[in-house]
């Protein structure tokens, strides 16, 4: 028993010690770094300045509380937007003797696709020279490219919630389909056959019977579209900007003293990610003890 | 209380090379608990399925109280289904499940608890309101079920083999508490099965289905007395088959003439297939019957408890004979033998 256990633990440490020494070292580096303890540049005392010239100071509060704003409007609108074209999309085609392929080509295609690759075909489609807008004014809908609703690198981060849309319904549909089909259509059968009509069906059977998959699921898309960097800055404007590409921005600068304040944003994101993991696990536990 | 008319139904499917269901009739009356009995595959649940509205047929009508129900969606139908798995919303507790028709009606939150209360006092679980159906056993949860397909006091109710996933002595229970509830209600009940034991302990009449076709829709007796044809006879244990040719007012066997004094004789065709139970023939070392026995000899014996199984060959023909084990004479393996075929036991088919 005692030699079986010795064995698990033998195998287990070597990627354990991977996993603990890049992740939580970085982690506890940067963490060290965003105190202010930088001893390439001979700054070894530990304080929280860099926390409070992001949160504070007349220079970067501003910047900060409108891009807290920002990626918080942004990851809850392209989540939530995600989750329901995705869900009424796999509620249209589940059915459908093509729904099965549909679901093997997003997945093949769609999935794989880098991020930066969707946010160039935004700007492709959606800018005001892209492609909807030149069709637009070459049937008339309007005068010129140029009027054109600015869809792209816009205030309100309409270009990067579209490309989350784009990326993320993907993989909201592949979860649900799984679900939907391994749920089969008794439980929807049985309620019709109870008195519940379609609207019924969908609100009192169908999702809550998808919500926990789409709950986890919308938790995992909400925490990477929080804490990505590569499409608001793509498809973000000057101000207001996403905390992620403020925190890159503080790290290239080439003054290295804003390298603390760079990695003080970087751990609040992280901060902000793991206690919406955590009330996530806190959810799922007390759901558990409450079943 | 409705009564419910099947007319030609037919329903085939695309994967299928013969239809599910084939040119099915069947008039069901007001408050009859009926069967629909046959192996799997053979297109029970599409009738079930065709009836509630969740399938349309190809052909054909289901009309409930005189009226077609083809062009009326599920939800209106007033036919409500128990599914074999019970299908309990897994995220709402009991008293939430039982509720559930009348919450889709819009009905007052009070009536429903006084109705949720009182379906569950008549399946005998008053006490598990709060419980989810996680909590509940397999019994319980086929209770909670039934009770939940009450509520909306349905025109017709269908149980879609109700007894088949709980263990025998939960089965006992369920089989009493089914025909207690439906005969208290009076409620229009089909239930599918593919036992036949129970079709005969539940069913006022049984529709005995093959490959999709209707092989006959008659009482439990019936069935083990007055088969329509071979295969029903088959299905329900039956053994002894006779080849017999109708002669004048004869039934000439291959083991000799029989009197036959079955009320179908009329409608007899000329080659025929006559059938006995195997508890309904006797056996007697000296010849004491009158008519209708033939000379033959014992070929096996087994005893099994209340019963002991004779097989005999009367003139190269094998019968089956079962007789109570309780004062029997004795008989043993190639003792010579009389078997009597009692006249009004006996019973001819066309098929």
């Known amino acids: 028993m005692g030699g079986e256990r010795l064995k698990i633990i033998l195998s287990l440490t070597p990627p354990l010690l991977i996993i603990f020494t890049l992740f939580f070292g970085g982690i506890f580096y940067g963490f060290l770094q965003s105190l202010g303890y930088q001893p390439a540049i001979g700054k070894y005392e530990i304080n929280f300045s860099a926390y409070y010239n992001v949160m504070f100071s007349e220079r970067y509060a501003k910047l900060f509380w409108t891009g807290l704003g920002l990626n918080l409007w942004v990851s809850f609108a392209s989540t939530f937007l995600a989750a329901v074209f995705a869900l009424f999309g796999a509620l249209a085609i589940r059915k459908t003797f093509f729904a099965k392929t549909i679901c093997n080509f997003i997945y093949s295609l769609n999935l794989p696709m880098p991020h930066l690759v969707v946010a160039v075909g935004i700007i492709f489609v959606f800018s005001q020279s892209g492609l909807l807008a030149r069709l637009a004014s070459q049937i008339g809908l309007i005068g010129s490219p140029g009027d054109f609703p600015v869809l792209v690198k816009d205030k309100y981060g309409l270009g990067i919630i579209l490309a989350y849309i784009w990326k993320e319904a993907a993989f909201f549909f592949i979860i649900l ?6 749920l089969g259509e008794n439980f929807e059968e049985l309620a019709q056959s109870l008195g519940a009509n379609r609207w019924q069906r969908f609100r009192y059977v169908i999702l809550p019977l998808v919500m926990p998959n789409l709950f986890s699921a919308s938790i995992i898309v909400f925490a990477f579209s929080f804490g990505a960097y590569e499409v608001p800055a793509l498809l973000g404007v000057i101000y207001p900007q996403m905390l992620p590409v403020m925190a ?13 304040e760079g990695m003080a944003l970087s751990i609040i994101i992280a901060i902000i990610v793991m206690i919406l993991v955590v009330f996530y696990f806190w959810l799922t536990q007390a759901k558990i003890r409450k079943d | 209380m409705s009564k419910l008319n099947i007319k030609n139904l037919i329903k085939s499917f ?10 099915v009739n069947l008039d069901i009356q007001s408050g009859e608990l009926v069967a629909f009995l046959g192996p799997s595959g053979c297109g029970k649940t599409t009738i079930l399925k065709m009836i509630t509205g969740l399938f349309q047929p190809d052909n054909g009508d289901i009309i409930l109280d005189e009226q077609s129900l083809l062009k009326t969606p599920t939800e209106k139908r007033g036919v409500v289904m128990v599914f074999q798995n019970y299908l309990l919303f897994p995220y709402m507790n009991v008293n939430e499940n039982v509720g559930f028709a009348l919450k889709m009606k819009g009905v007052d939150k009070n009536i429903i608890e006084e109705k949720v209360k009182e379906m569950l006092e008549l399946v005998k679980l008053p006490d598990i309101g709060l419980r989810k159906p996680k909590q509940l056993s397999g019994g319980q949860q086929q209770r909670v079920a039934l009770a939940r397909a009450l509520i909306s006091n349905p025109r017709i109710l269908l149980l879609d083999e109700p007894l088949s ?3 025998a002595h939960l089965r006992d229970e369920m089989r009493d508490l089914i025909v207690t509830i439906q005969q208290k209600l009076k409620v229009t009940t089909i239930f599918v099965t593919h036992d036949q034991e129970e079709a005969v302990l539940l069913a006022d009449k049984i529709a ?15 069935y083990y007395e007055k088969p329509k044809n071979t295969k029903a006879a088959k299905f329900f244990g039956g053994v002894n088959f006779i080849n017999a040719k109708k002669i004048n007012n004869d039934l000439v066997t291959d083991i000799g003439t029989v009197n036959y004094k079955g009320e179908n004789y009329i409608d007899l065709n000329e080659d025929n297939i006559i059938t006995i139970r195997p508890e309904n023939i006797k056996l007697s070392k000296n010849n004491d019957f009158k008519d209708n026995s033939f000379k033959g000899l014992i070929k096996s014996v ?5 019963h002991t199984r004779y097989k005999v060959i009367v ?16 008989i043993n393996e190639d003792d010579d033998i009389y078997v009597h075929l009692p006249s009004d036991k006996i019973w001819a088919m066309n098929e």
């Open chain 2, 14 to 23: 695309p994967s299928m090379d013969r239809p599910a269901v084939n040119n």
């Open chain 2, 315 to 330: 003139k190269s023909l094998e019968l089956e004979c079962s007789l109570q084990s309780v004062g029997l004479q004795d």
């Open chain 2, 208 to 222: 005995l289905i093959f490959d999709g076709e209707l092989q006959n829709f008659t009482s439990p007796k019936n």
């Open chain 2, 165 to 167: 996933n709980l263990d």
């Open chain 1, 177 to 182: 389909m799984s679900v939907l089909q391994s």
């Open chain 1, 248 to 260: 890159f921005e503080f790290f290239l600068n080439p003054d290295l003293n804003a390298r603390s």
């Open chain 2, 302 to 306: 087994i005893f099994s408890g209340t």
